[in-house]
Nanobody, 121 residues
């Protein structure tokens, strides 16, 4: 079994900052790509930021220059530092990891449970 547990969401005023964390636990051989997605009410889930096992990153245009994704491989954890938050950043944020449970197993996608981020104007 593999579990992803998120933390760090909450309510913040516009211009403020939050840091999200997502830690994977269980039977893990290796973790490939990690990412953060978000889903606002009435909208589809969208990619916010992604990071490869080699450290390459990708960001949605709407968060470039404000959000930073990072990972700690020793802790099987991915982070999302969110600065200069805007009301339009309000959403449920989900982490995603592609995890191999053994050397010969295929990579499987796992999702966190989601954490609410609310930015007030």
């Amino acid at each position: 079994q593999v579990q992803l547990v998120e933390s760090g969401g909450g309510l913040v005023q516009a211009g403020g900052s939050l840091r999200l964390s997502c830690a994977a636990s269980g039977s893990i051989f290796s973790i490939n790509d990690m990412g953060w997605y978000r889903q606002a009410p009435g909208k589809e889930r969208e990619l916010v930021a992604g990071i490869t096992s080699g450290g390459s990153t990708e960001y949605a245009d709407s968060v470039k220059g404000r959000f930073t994704i990072s990972r700690d491989n020793a802790k099987n954890t991915v982070y999302l530092q969110m600065n200069s938050l805007r009301p339009e950043d309000t959403a449920v944020y989900y982490c995603k990891m592609n995890i191999k449970r053994s050397r010969w197993a295929p990579s499987t996608r796992y999702w966190g449970q989601g954490t609410q981020v609310t930015v007030s104007s």
